[in-house]
Every structure is written in structure tokens, then in C-alpha cells.
């Protein structure tokens, strides 16, 4: 069975940091394009960072430019977002996402195109 486990949110205060991780199981993830992305009630989920198999492209939305770190060990079947500097516009749940890719270096930061998904991890950032 297919499993994305998110864990390391949690509630913090404004200019905090916070590292969340994603640990992958039941398939081998290291051709896979990762990501990470975030929805708050009666919004959209929106992408926030994504990383090649070979961790050699990574993109970031604008809103984390910056201020957010991603990274993956394919080792260990896992992947991590630094956050930093954060801000009560981060508040969100937050969730990783997994697709196969042929191309080591591509990021896909299209929603409808990963097949995996967590179960969320939620960051809420008070001001």
C-alpha cells in the first residue's frame, strides 16, 4: 500500500521556523517529482514547492521564495520543507504529493497531475 505520511506541523508564532516532513512507503519514490502543497478552508489547494527526483531543480511559489527550503533524501523514501520567517499567511493545512516522472530534473507543480498524496499536516502561525 501506497503511503505518504506528513508530520512535523504544529502551532508557532510569526518569524518562527518550522521543518515539515514527508516519509514515503509502499513504492519506491526516488523517479518521482515531489511536492509540497498547502489549502486553507474554502480555498484552493495551491502549490508551495516541488522537487525533481534528482533534487537538481527546485521551484517555489512566490509567496515562499525565499523564506522556504526544500529537499528530499531518497534514501530514506523522505522529503522535508524549511520554513522560515514565517508569517500568519502560512497558516494552512499542508500536504505532500508524489508522481512519477521519466525526466529526472522536471518539477510538476500541476495539482491534478500527482497521484499520491498525505493525509495533511497542519501549521498555523499566530501573529
Known amino acids: 500500500q501506497v503511503n505518504l505520511a506528513e508530520s512535523g506541523g504544529g502551532l508557532v508564532q510569526a518569524g518562527d521556523s518550522l521543518t515539515l516532513t514527508c516519509a514515503a512507503s509502499?513504492?519506491?519514490?526516488?523517479?518521482?517529482?515531489m511536492s509540497w502543497f498547502r489549502q486553507v478552508p474554502g480555498k484552493e489547494r495551491e502549490f508551495v514547492a516541488g522537487?525533481?527526483?534528482?533534487?537538481?531543480?527546485?521551484i517555489y511559489s512566490r509567496s515562499v521564495m525565499g523564506r522556504f527550503t526544500i529537499s528530499r533524501d531518497n534514501d530514506k523514501n523522505t522529503m522535508y520543507l524549511e520554513m522560515s520567517s514565517l508569517k500568519p499567511e502560512d497558516t494552512a493545512m499542508y500536504y505532500c504529493?508524489?508522481?512519477?516522472?521519466?525526466?529526472?530534473?522536471?518539477?510538476?507543480?500541476?495539482?491534478?497531475?500527482?497521484?499520491?498524496w498525505g493525509q495533511g499536516t497542519q501549521v498555523t502561525v499566530s501573529a
Open positions: 522537487i525533481s527526483s534528482n533534487s537538481a531543480s527546485k
Open positions: 509502499g513504492r519506491a519514490f526516488s523517479s518521482d517529482s
Open positions: 504529493a508524489s508522481t512519477p516522472t521519466t525526466i529526472s530534473g522536471i518539477v510538476i507543480q500541476v495539482r491534478s497531475q500527482y497521484f499520491f
